[in-house]
């Protein structure tokens, strides 16, 4: 059966929102193992997600919080309109996560 990116999109759009919605990201990897869409978000979600405990060290902690919210809110408009957005240098580390 040939891939079909658009039924892809369409069809799991939804869950791919959890996947920047910090701990959401795990129900998104589980949920829909089968959907590159998902995958390829939930993965820069875990990245987003895991660089989130990094904000408990003081005022980086409070920067990186800023700009972990703002990216996520990118993030979440990105897969609402279906896009494959890679987030720079998250996504070259996301590559990285089977």
Do not use: C
Request: proline share 2%; no cysteine.
């Amino acid at each position: 059966m040939k891939y079909n990116e658009q039924e892809d999109v369409r069809k799991n759009k939804q869950t791919a929102l959890y996947s920047y919605l910090w701990f959401l990201v795990l129900f998104a990897f589980v949920q829909k193992k089968q959907s590159r869409f998902v995958q390829f978000h939930a993965r820069q979600g875990l990245v987003l997600f895991l660089l989130s405990f990094l904000t408990l060290v003081p005022f980086l902690g409070q920067v990186l919080m800023i700009v972990l919210i703002v990216v996520s809110v990118i993030g979440l408009l990105q897969v609402n309109n279906g896009a494959w957005w890679k987030i720079p240098f998250i996504y070259e580390i996301s590559k990285k996560i089977k």
